[in-house]
């Protein structure tokens, strides 16, 4: 049996979350804030990702948004330098941080040709 949570019980505590600025991640880290904890939002879209932590503002939260791409080391460390300077720790770390390549739709032959990687060995899907 589950329980609905309520209150604030994530209050002191502080979250990153990449892929802050849509879907999953954007979802993630307005309930996470909902609940209490001050969040660090980092995803590509600057836009999308301010909007996101104007409504958590809005609704009484903590948040810096910071644009930010996961695969550029370099960005990752003034991200994480910016975090520690505004928040001083990172209690969660949600990762929704994603890159759509090729097809819309997943496919059984999709493989990583159509997609660039900053990863040394490309994996296969399917």
């Known amino acids: 049996m589950s329980a609905v949570l309520g209150g604030k019980p994530l209050a002191d505590r502080v979250a990153v979350v990449t892929g802050a600025s849509s879907g999953i991640g954007q979802a993630t880290a307005e309930r996470l804030a909902a609940l209490g904890a001050d969040v660090a939002l980092l995803a590509r879209r600057a836009d999308r990702l301010e909007a996101t932590a104007e409504r958590i503002t809005q609704r009484g939260g903590e948040a810096l948004a910071m644009p930010t791409d996961v695969t550029d080391r370099d960005a990752l ?3 994480a330098a910016a975090v520690h300077e505004r928040f001083g720790k990172v209690d969660l770390a949600p990762s929704s941080a994603a890159r759509r ?14 997609c660039p990687t900053t990863s040394p060995t490309p ?4």
């Open 101 to 114: 390549c090729g097809s819309r739709r997943w496919s059984p032959a999709w493989s990583t040709r159509n």
């Open 77 to 79: 460390a003034r991200a």
């Open 123 to 126: 994996t296969r899907a399917g």
